[in-house]
Every structure is written in C-alpha cells, then in structure tokens.
C-alpha cells in the first residue's frame, strides 16, 4: 500500500485536480517527492505562497474547477491569504493542502509551530480539517474537493501533518460526485417575472456565475423584450464579452457614480450577485448604493443554476425567441500623439487585442478607460480583483495561462500592486507562459491619492503625501523583469508602446512592458474630483449621467 502522500496525489488527480501550484517546505517533503508518482498532476513551482494561492485562484476562474496548492505550515499560509480572500470573495474553488509538524511534534511547540486552523477559517469558512491519520487522509481530501466544488465555489483547507504524509497505509478514493446545480423554483421565477411585468423602473444585477454567454444571453433577451436595464457586479470574477456578446454596463467603482447608474431603478432584481454596496465607508454617506423605496429581489442564489434561472425567466416571460441587443464589432482607432498615458495604453489595448484573449485588469486607477475601449473588441473574457486585495493580477495570469495554453493572455497591472506579487514574473519565465504583462508606472499609489481626497480626512502635509507616492527611487520594472528571465521593454512615448504591444503579441511565451505614465487623475482634476462627485445628487439626471460616463465608462 502506497504511503499516505502518493495515496493522496492519487485520489487529488482522480478527483480532476490535476495543477498543484507549490511553495513547499521541510514539512511537505513526502508530497513533493510524490509528485513524481502521478504523471497526471502538474506542479508548478513558486516563489511566494501568494504567488501559488493567486495562480490556484486564476486556473480555476478559467476551467470552473479546483487546482490545489501546497504550503509550508501556518506561516506560509498565512503568506497566501490575501489571494485566498480575492477567490472566496469570487467563489472560486481551491484545495489548499497545508504541511504541518508531525503530530507527536506538535506539544513541543516548535519555531514554526502555529494554529493553522485558525488561519485558514479566513478563507475556508465551510471547510477547514488536520487529517488525523493516514488511513483517514483519502477521505478527508475528497471531502475537501467535494467542498471546494459545490456551488458556490470554495477554498478548501486541508492541513496534512508530517507523519500521516510518510505514515504506511493510505488508500486512493474514488472522486466525490457533485450534484449538478438547480435553477431557481418555478415560483420563484414567477414571482419575478410579475415584477418585471409591473410597469415599474426594473434592472437585473448579474455576478459570479451569470456572467457566461448563455446567461448574458437570457438576460439581454429579457432586457430587449421588457424594456429593463442589465448591470453587472464591479468586480466580475470571470466576464465574457466583447463583439457578438450582448454590453453589460459594470456597475461603477466610486460610489457617487455607482448611485447615478442605479438612481431610477425601483426593483433591483439580483442573479447570484449582492446588493452594491460602497467599498468603503465615507462620513455621511450611505453604505447601500440602491435608492430609497428600492425593492430587492433574487432570482437566483450562489448554490444555483444562474444561466439556467435566467432561461427560466425568459420563457416565463415569452421572451426567450427576443432579439438580444450585441455589442458591434468596434475596434478603437490607433492611438496619436507623443506624449504615453493609461488612456492611451487602454485604446491600444482595445486596437490591438488578439482573439479569444484572456484580460486580465488590475490596472486600478490606470484602467478606468479599459471598459470602453475594449467593449466591442474581439471576444474575450475579462478577470478582475473581486476581494480588492492588490497584488492578484499577475499571479491570475499564471493560473489564466496554464489553464488555457492556447490562448493569449494580457495582465494589465498597476505599479504598486505588481510589487506585492512580483515573483510572479520568475514563475512565467519558468513555465514559458504566453503572458503579456503590462505595468502602468505612475510613481504613485493614484488610487488612495483619491481616496486621501474623498475621505475628507484633514489637509495632507508633505510626510502624508509622502506615503502615496512611489518617487525616490522610481521602480523599474523591466529591469526587474529581466532578472527574472522575462524579456521586458520601457516605453514613454504613444508609439513606442504600440510597437512593444504589437511584438510582444506577435510571439508566444512572456513578456513584458512598462508604461510610464501620469496619474490618471491629479493636480486640478483631483481636488475638483470630489467636488464634482459630490454634486451629482443635485444634477438633472442626464447631466449626471453624462459626467459618470466621463469620469468613468
């Protein structure tokens, strides 16, 4: 019988987790060496635990099931959280396998001694266990796939001693049998098909898994013969969309803006998404975005068949023969001018994007124009930070890539978010990855320079200002890059930057380009910013709708 460690690889490839995405440690020696026992398990080695949780977190994103991760104690896991809180906020499925000290080790409490339970209960809420012995560890890790693949979609936490690893005995199990999910009831559906029938201002609210082509589709022809709105959750964990797929207004970040897309609605209709609320609290405003005398409704829950609720509903309706409303076909033009800005790398983005590509934004502040420029571009799915913890782009783009070997992938990454996952770089140097990283250096954390402005915190003096930017030294990040055996260009200039995106999407395998760029927003445009926001209530509809389009498409 083989030992507990390649019983477990066993059972992990059994049960389709076939990408291990490592940073392991002395403790997870019996795992590693029996990585070797299952030519079915890829393992893709990195260079810091949120670097492996953020690749696990974007392979899944991509397939709709689990890879798994291998990490060093609490401490490493610990390491890994903020990706691990970026996919339970998307409801992605990941199995964490956590190496721990030997049971008979633990009353000793050695350096790195820790309550890795406790830890991992940030994440895995639903399911957290310490394999209590070999001949229980199989089990256990079904159980954990089981947990992680439900819907909606989980981390999965299994912490695996050092002894059950080596311990005699382990016997592989079959893979767990996830029940396919179900739409909505039929009265459910009925119910909000009267809603929507009422005469009154309706949306829908698409998130997580209404997001696909057959949802997208469902509800454009319910919009199309209803006369609805459709919006989308901020953050999608995974959008389709582009030419030929039906334009799905995001609702916005700010939540001045965010007030002014929804202000007319009267029934807000939610399809596995929540309620939009402001990211952050601002002294005297509201928390909840939706307007006073709004009715909340769901059609579908996050355990349910979303594109399969939203079918429902259109043939409650007679509308699932409707004419969906598709984005056209609209390239922007090819950027002009000398002078390099996010607005242009955007438009150049949105010019050049191969199809079928995989985007991936976490440009902050630098991508507010990407939505626009790229709405009729070739079709393409688009992954964006859904916990708000920065430093996820770039490790998604490694999960993106191996779970998607044939198609592009583009990261699109601010410049203090990249260096929170920079080891990422060596990781798609390594696997040879077709990824191409595209770093906005503004010098600056831009976004909390407007956050400093909205808060209404007190005049910033020189050493509160100082902790915004990112001048003295100003990073650089093809330096950096070619460190890690990326090639890597530094651009300025309009055109230069049109010829590094053209050569780097010319050839497969990774590369990347740094864009010095301003802020997006600074000087007069951010002390007028809040001023601006803060007049919208009082505006006439249109006008207020319009600035919002401005400010953010």
């Known amino acids: ?32 060496a029996a990585l070797d026992s299952a030519p079915g398990m890829r393992a893709v080695l990195c260079l810091f635990e949120g670097v492996a949780t953020g690749a696990a977190d974007g392979y899944a994103r991509m397939t709709g099931k689990p890879a798994a991760t291998l990490l060093h104690l609490g401490c490493g896991l610990g390491n890994g959280l903020a990706n691990l809180h970026n996919a339970r906020k998307g409801k992605v499925p990941i199995v964490n396998i956590v190496g721990d000290h ?42 954990a796939v089981k947990a992680a693949r439900g819907l909606p979609g989980k981390v999965a936490t299994l912490i695996l001693p050092a002894d059950v690893s080596w311990g005699e005995g382990g016997v592989p199990e079959p893979p767990p049998q996830i029940p396919p999910p179900e739409p909505a009831d039929d009265a459910t559906v009925n119910a909000i098909a009267s809603v929507i029938g009422s005469g009154r201002s309706a949306a829908l609210l698409l998130g997580g ?44 970040y700010l939540a001045e803006l965010a007030s002014v897309q929804v202000a007319d609605i009267e029934e807000l209709i939610l399809v596995d998404a929540k309620a939009p609320v402001s990211f952050f609290a601002y002294p005297g405003k509201k928390s909840l975005l939706v307007p006073d005398g709004c009715k909340l409704h769901t059609l579908s829950t996050p355990e349910q068949d979303a594109a ?31 002078k390099l800005t996010a607005e242009k790398v955007c438009k150049a983005v949105g010019h050049l994007l191969p199809d079928n590509a995989i985007l991936i934004d976490e440009a902050i502040s630098s991508g507010l124009m990407l939505p626009r420029f790229t709405a009729g571009a070739p079709r393409h799915d688009l992954i964006t930070l859904t916990g708000g913890a920065i430093g996820q782009g770039l490790p998604n783009a490694i999960g993106a890539a191996i779970a998607c070997p044939d198609r592009p992938v583009l990261a699109l990454i601010g410049d203090g978010t990249a260096m929170y996952t920079i080891q990422s770089l060596w ?72 010829q ?54």
Do not use: W
């Open 1 to 32: 019988m083989p030992n507990g460690a390649r019983a477990l690889m066993s059972t992990l490839v059994n049960a389709g987790v076939e990408v291990c995405f490592t940073n392991p440690g002395t403790s997870e020696m019996h795992f590693v």
């Open 102 to 143: 030997a049971t008979h080790h633990v009353p000793f409490d050695a350096q790195l001694q820790s309550d890795i339970e406790t830890v991992a209960r940030n994440v895995s809420p639903t399911f957290v266990r310490t394999s209590r012995s070999t001949a229980e560890l199989c089990r256990d890790a079904v159980d």
């Open 209 to 252: 898994g209404a997001l696909g082509e057959d949802a997208l589709l469902a509800a454009a022809r319910v919009a199309a013969a209803n006369g609805i709105k459709v919006f989308a959750e901020t953050f999608p964990t995974r959008m389709e969309r582009g030419a030929g797929l039906p334009p799905v207004e995001r609702i916005a």
């Open 308 to 338: 399969g609720s939203l079918e429902k509903l259109a043939r409650a309706l007679g509308a699932d023969q409707a004419t969906p409303k598709l984005a056209p076909q609209a390239r922007p033009g090819r950027p002009r001018g000398k």
């Open 427 to 498: 990781t798609l140097a390594r696997e040879s990855l077709d990824v191409t990283c595209i770093i906005f250096n503004n010098a600056s954390y831009s976004v909390l320079n407007i956050e400093l402005e909205r808060v209404g915190a007190e005049e910033a003096g020189p050493k509160a200002r100082s902790q915004l930017d990112l001048n003295g030294p100003i990073l650089n990040f093809a330096r950096i890059a070619e460190g890690m055996g990326v090639p890597a260009t530094r651009v300025s200039t309009t055109e230069d930057f049109l």
């Open 500 to 553: 590094a995106l053209e050569s780097a999407l010319a050839k497969r395998g990774p590369s990347l380009i740094e864009a010095m760029v301003p802020p997006t927003l600074s000087g007069l445009k951010l002390k007028l910013l809040p001023h601006v926001l803060g007049s919208l209530d009082g505006l006439p509809r249109p006008i207020a709708r319009i600035l919002k389009r401005k400010i953010a498409p």
